[in-house]
């Protein structure tokens, strides 16, 4: 079965000159007008529509190009790579601060690693500051990796996934057995009885 016949060809405009040859050569059949191009195929086309594979099995990221500057709150469900400029707060799964990148204000992710600057807060399950990272204020975490390099100015907390976001205390079984300890702040002696 032939897809093109010579009644499918539209007329053309201009024939093409053809080279003045003495003898023709075995490429002949090769001068024959050729068939206008098809029509591109949907992986030619493929800029303009979205992928066609699952975003369940490989997460996809967004990135801010070291070109852009967003004023305001950035949201994403997937990950995010920032190089850019962002003042507002940004949440993601994860969320990777390039070198190059900026924030100004607070950063929400479950895994969060800065190599660029972040002024404000980040409140993350997993911290990680790389060498080039300039951090400026507090760090709520579970589990926190700080680079040798890294400059940090503001406190660490690990009260990351808390209820209410504070450090609970944890009773220690000596002062549960009446033992004497210094009353807070005080510099005295204070004595604690358990009532049971």
Do not use: W
Not at 107 to 136: D, Y
Not at 163 to 176: E, I, L, N, S, W
């Amino acid at each position: 079965m032939t897809m093109f016949s010579r009644n499918d060809k539209a007329p053309e405009a201009a024939p093409a000159p053809k080279p003045a040859a003495a003898t023709p050569a075995p490429i002949a059949a090769a001068a024959t007008p050729t068939p206008p191009p098809p029509p591109p195929t949907p992986t030619e086309n493929r800029r303009f529509q979205m992928p066609t594979t699952s975003t369940s099995s490989s997460p996809s990221v967004s990135v801010i190009s070291k070109a852009l500057k967003i004023t305001g709150q950035l949201e994403s469900t997937e990950d995010i790579h920032i190089e850019g400029e962002v003042e507002g707060d940004v949440r993601g799964v994860s969320v990777k601060v390039g070198q190059s990148a900026k924030i100004n204000g607070t950063v929400h992710g479950e895994e969060v690693e800065v190599s660029g600057t972040v002024n404000g807060k980040i409140e993350a399950r997993k911290v990680v500051l790389t060498s080039t990272a300039h951090m400026s204020g507090d760090i709520v975490h579970q589990d926190i990796r700080i680079d040798s390099g890294a400059y940090v100015d503001g406190h660490c907390r690990p009260e990351y996934g808390r209820p209410d976001g504070k450090a609970h205390a944890v009773q220690k079984p000596a002062a549960a057995q009446g033992e004497a300890r210094p009353a807070f702040g005080s510099g005295k002696s204070a004595e604690v009885r358990s009532i049971a």
